[in-house]
């Protein structure tokens, strides 16, 4: 979620597991950036919540854009033939992948992404970000570093 159509102000995101009787928090994002981003590994089928809170500076209203987003291997998925190697902090690189899609159910469109990961020498690996892959993509969903590393 981030501020739209030229609004500024601190948006916070909650993330509630409803699948069960009760709805339990799951996760939330709630720094000072303005753009708030959460990301779930292997989430529970049925019902989340997700609630956009405006913390009130500035005390007008804010329109915010909000997109969610389902990673699931039974709706496509990326290989990517890069292999884990050291790079050179602010380093690029490129590498070749092969994209798969299957039909998606009504209301959803294919975003082609990758996840990154980051190990530090010596630590568990931990999912860096989300990155959306082709042609003039410039959309990625940034984690710190307390996520646990993703399954692929």
């Known amino acids: 979620v981030r501020p739209a159509?030229?609004?500024?102000?601190d948006l916070?995101?909650?993330?509630?597991?409803?699948?069960?009787?009760?709805?339990?928090?799951?996760r939330?994002?709630?720094?000072?950036?303005g753009d708030e981003a959460l990301i779930i590994d292997a989430p529970a089928?049925?019902?989340?919540?997700?609630?956009?809170?405006?913390?009130?500076?500035?005390?007008?209203?804010?329109?915010f854009d909000y997109q969610d987003v389902l990673y699931n291997p039974a709706f496509g998925y990326v290989a990517v033939t890069d292999q884990p190697a050291?790079?050179?902090i602010g380093g690029q690189w490129t590498s070749k992948g092969n994209a798969w899609q299957a039909t998606l159910p009504a209301g959803r469109t294919a975003l082609a992404?990758?996840?990154?990961?980051?190990?530090?020498?010596?630590?568990?690996p931990f999912?860096?970000?989300?990155?959306e892959v082709g042609a003039g993509s410039d959309r990625a969903t940034e984690?710190?570093?307390?996520?646990?590393?993703r399954q692929r």
Do not use: N
């Not at 159509?5 to 102000?9: D, L, M, N, R, V």
């Open 45 to 63: 089928a049925g019902r989340w919540k997700a609630v956009v809170d405006h913390s009130g500076f500035p005390a007008s209203p804010i329109a």
């Open 113 to 124: 992404a990758v996840g990154l990961q980051l190990q530090p020498k010596g630590t568990e």
């Open 5 to 9: 159509g030229g609004s500024t102000g």
């Open 86 to 88: 050291e790079r050179a």
């Open 127 to 131: 999912l860096m970000g989300v990155r």
């Open 12 to 26: 916070d995101l909650y993330l509630f597991d409803c699948t069960k009787k009760e709805c339990v928090a799951a």
């Open 28 to 33: 939330a994002d709630g720094d000072a950036s």
């Open 143 to 149: 984690e710190s570093g307390r996520q646990r590393p």
